[in-house]
Structure formats: structure tokens, C-alpha cells
């Protein structure tokens, strides 16, 4: 029975020692070991981890990245605009034991570092970069959280600038600065096809004043483009160019008939009898009565250009 109890007691003092001595490491953790308060230099990993009771003391610490979110700061930008931008950190710790000895939380100590360096580069930053050119910003962050983290044991894997707020009066600002902006666009582009279409009419223009029969084609087709609409009532102006071209016809078709009507009557009085020399010079026969037509005067005085149509009055030789 003795033998018994001893080798009974002896396992429970194995089992309580084995329970002191013995820690659980998670797969996202690594153990950091103090012996009397002094940090050991190796790291214990994943899985069981032996430690000497009493004597030692286990720290874990998380290596998981760490997604941190900056609170709101308010500062000016670097031409005198109030605004307020928040951001995002992700990091993680890379050395466990830099990370436990050298700051006592190395957390809160990355979250005041991120707001202390995202109301410098505020400063430092105009709104135009803020609202369109963030990604300069962003690696200008982290460029000055990455000098003290490294020191500490943590990597900066990114950092985001989520939002940045505006006061309203300078958003009806902007707002009006985008419309003006695109009025002046339209405008442009407005006053450009203006330029190119006068440019083309200019051209058609000259086509047109080389070829006046193609204003006539060209007011036709009109007609028939407004006509394809069924419309009851048809307003369409006649150019003036047009009206030009018939006169000009009209003109050349009466010189051309004045011309023919008296070549005919000189024929027919030549051939009524013989004319002498003088009476020929004048264009009258002396033997025949001289009638002069009111239509062949009128024509001959249209195509001499000398004035206003005039009848002469017949008279006898």
C-alpha cells in the first residue's frame, strides 16, 4: 500500500509539473520567453511550448496583419483649405521580441504615430492631390510610418486614405468651378464647329457662284427634303442670287430675239426691191413704205443697253 501511494503521489507531482512547464502557441501567434525578467533569445513557434515553472514567463504576440483605421483629422492644407481626411494602416509585427521590449504597446504607439503623420502630410498637401492624386500621398505616409516602426519590430505592409471632408461652402464652390469649367468647354466646341461649317459653306459658296444652275438644284432638293415631312404649309425664302441668274437669262434670251427679229425685217425689205447705195447706208428702201415694229426697236434699244425699253411710232417713207 505504501509503494502504492508513492507512485500515486508521484504522478500527480509529474502531471502538475508537466501542466506548469508545458504552453499552447497558436499557429498565428509566436512565443516570446522572460527567465527572471530577462527576454530569451529564441522565439518559440507554433504548437507546444516548454517552459520552466516558476523560473519562466511566456508572452505571446500576434503576427497576423493588423488592419488599424486612423480617426478623422481635421488641419489646412497647403493652400489654406480646412478639411478633413481619415486613413487606413495595415501592418504587421515581423520581430516579436522588438515588439514586446522595445515599446510597451506597440498598437496604440502605431495609431498615435499614423495620426501625428497624417496631420503632417495634410500640411504638406494641396486638395487638388488630396481628391485626385492620392497615391503619392499615400506612399509619402508610409514612408514616415515605416522610420519608427522599423525600429520596433513592425513592417508597413499599406497605407489608404479613405475619405477626405469638405466644408459646404467649398463644395458650392468646386461645384460652380465644374460648371463654368464645362460651359466653357461647350462653348468651344460650340464656336469650332461653327468655324468649320462657315468654312464649308464658304467653299460651296464658290462652287455655287462658278455654277449658278447648282442653287437652283440645291433649292429643289430643299423643297423636296420639306415636302417628305407632309407639311400643309411650305415658308421657304428665295435667294436672291437665284433671281439674279433668271434676270441674267431673261436679258441674254431678249438681246438674242431683238437680234433675230431684225435681221428678218432687213431681209424682207431687201428683197421687196432694189435699194441704192444710200438707201442702204440708212436701211430704207425708197420704192417701199419703211415700217418700223415696236417690238424690234424696243429689242435692238434693250440690246444697245441705252436705258429703259422705248416704242418708236411707225411713220411712212
Not at 500527480?12 to 502557441?25: C, D, K, T
Not at 464652390?173 to 464649308?200: L, Y
Not at 420704192?287 to 418700223?292: A, I, K, P, R, T
Amino acid at each position: 500500500m505504501i509503494v502504492v501511494d508513492a507512485l500515486i503521489a508521484l504522478l500527480v507531482v509529474l502531471a502538475v509539473y508537466a501542466g506548469l512547464s508545458v504552453r499552447m502557441v497558436q499557429q498565428t501567434q509566436r512565443g516570446v520567453v522572460f527567465r527572471f525578467g530577462r527576454v530569451l533569445d529564441g522565439v518559440r513557434g507554433p504548437g507546444l511550448a516548454r517552459i520552466r515553472p516558476v523560473a519562466d514567463r511566456l508572452r505571446r504576440v500576434n503576427v497576423q496583419t493588423v488592419t488599424m483605421p486612423i480617426p478623422g483629422q481635421e488641419g489646412i492644407t497647403r493652400d489654406n483649405v480646412t478639411v478633413r481626411v481619415d486613413a487606413v494602416v495595415y501592418f504587421k509585427v515581423v520581430d516579436p521580441v522588438k515588439a514586446i521590449v522595445d515599446v510597451q504597446d506597440y498598437g496604440f504607439a502605431m495609431s498615435q504615430v499614423a495620426q501625428t503623420s497624417l496631420r503632417s502630410i495634410i500640411g504638406k498637401s494641396e486638395l487638388d492631390d488630396l481628391l485626385a492624386n492620392r497615391e503619392p500621398i499615400n506612399q509619402g505616409l508610409e514612408l514616415m510610418l515605416d522610420s519608427p516602426a522599423l525600429g520596433w519590430g513592425i513592417q508597413i505592409d499599406r497605407v489608404e486614405i479613405k475619405d477626405v471632408a469638405l466644408p459646404e461652402s467649398m463644395k458650392r464652390s468646386m461645384a460652380r468651378q465644374a460648371e463654368a469649367d464645362r460651359e466653357r468647354r461647350a462653348r468651344i466646341i460650340t464656336a469650332d464647329g461653327e468655324f468649320q461649317a462657315s468654312a464649308r459653306l464658304s467653299e460651296a459658296a464658290k462652287v455655287m457662284a462658278e455654277t449658278p444652275a447648282a442653287l437652283q438644284l440645291r433649292l429643289l432638293q430643299t423643297v423636296v427634303e420639306v415636302a417628305a415631312e407632309k407639311n400643309s404649309t411650305l415658308v421657304l425664302p428665295f435667294p436672291v442670287e437665284l433671281l439674279r441668274f433668271l434676270e441674267s437669262s431673261t436679258e441674254r434670251a431678249t438681246a438674242q430675239a431683238g437680234a433675230q427679229a431684225a435681221a428678218q425685217v432687213a431681209a424682207q425689205a431687201r428683197a421687196v426691191g432694189a435699194v441704192g447705195p444710200e438707201e442702204e447706208e440708212d436701211g430704207r428702201d425708197p420704192g417701199v413704205e419703211q415700217l418700223e415694229l415696236p417690238q424690234v426697236a424696243a429689242a435692238a434699244e434693250r440690246v444697245d443697253g441705252q436705258g429703259p425699253l422705248r416704242v418708236a411710232p411707225p411713220h411712212a417713207a
